[in-house]
């Protein structure tokens, strides 16, 4: 069972910055693709980001693109989020998932999921 964790949600002002990180127990990280989701309140879950098992590709929500940058460290098993220019709608519940093989846009791909860091931007 892979598990994930994730730290560095809080409350910023609009136009500042936050870095998520999201720590995996699993030996065998650098197999897996790894993507970032976000959930606000009364609306569904929906992607952010994602990235290759060797972070060499990358692919990003329109709404975030320009803002928002993935990456990961698979030498210390850790995904990465760093978001900037941060605005009010960014305010959500972000999640790391997991998944082997390619990385994809659709939460239904993915099989591991952490629970949860949550974000607010203020106006």
């Known amino acids: 069972q892979v598990q994930l964790v994730e730290s560095g949600g809080g409350l910023v002002q609009a136009g500042g910055s936050l870095r998520l990180s999201c720590a995996s127990s699993?030996?065998?990280?650098?197999?897996?693709?790894m993507g970032w989701f976000r959930q606000a309140p009364g609306k569904e879950r929906e992607f952010v980001a994602a990235?290759?098992?060797?972070?060499?590709?990358?692919y990003y929500a329109d709404s975030v693109k320009g803002r928002f940058t993935i990456s990961r460290d698979n030498a210390k098993n850790t995904l990465y989020l760093q978001m900037n220019s941060l605005k009010p709608e960014d305010t959500a519940v972000y999640y790391c998932?997991?998944?082997?093989?390619?990385?994809?846009?659709?939460?239904?791909?993915?099989?591991?999921w952490g629970q949860g860091t949550q974000v607010t931007v203020s106006s």
């Open positions: 998932a997991a998944r082997l093989g390619s990385y994809y846009n659709s939460l239904n791909e993915y099989n591991y």
């Open positions: 699993e030996r065998t990280f650098s197999r897996f693709a």
């Open positions: 990235i290759s098992w060797s972070g060499g590709s990358t």
